[in-house]
């Protein structure tokens, strides 16, 4: 009866860090790229920002994936937030095409 309560419970990370891991990643590569272009770093690597929009796209996704296998409430809170963030871009778009 003792060991039931000294049992190690899981902490954030070894619950979530599955989705969190590629989440950050790419948070810090998106920063990272428009840190460089904006404090004119010139020995950095010119990366065009399609190709961050692009790796960004590609980092959600995953981060999605993985949200999707997890059965945390966090990672209920990003699937509802990448869910939200889809429509709203497919609203802006076809108000874009509209207005075109």
């Known amino acids: 009866m003792m060991d039931s309560k000294l049992e190690k419970q899981d902490s954030y990370m070894d619950r979530n860090g599955r989705w969190l891991k590629p989440l950050l990643a790419t948070i810090l590569f998106i920063v990272a790229a428009d ?3 904006k ?3 010139k020995s950095c690597i010119k990366v065009g920002i399609p190709w961050t929009y692009f790796a960004g796209t590609i980092g959600f996704f995953v981060t999605g994936i993985y949200a999707a ?3 945390t ?5 990003v699937r509802i937030a ?3 963030a ?4 497919f609203v802006l778009l076809v108000l874009d095409l509209i207005k075109a």
């Open 39 to 41: 404090f004119g770093c």
């Open 69 to 71: 296998f997890t059965n």
């Open 35 to 37: 840190l460089a272009q």
């Open 73 to 77: 409430f966090s990672a209920r809170i």
């Open 82 to 84: 990448g869910q939200a």
């Open 86 to 89: 889809a429509l709203g871009m």
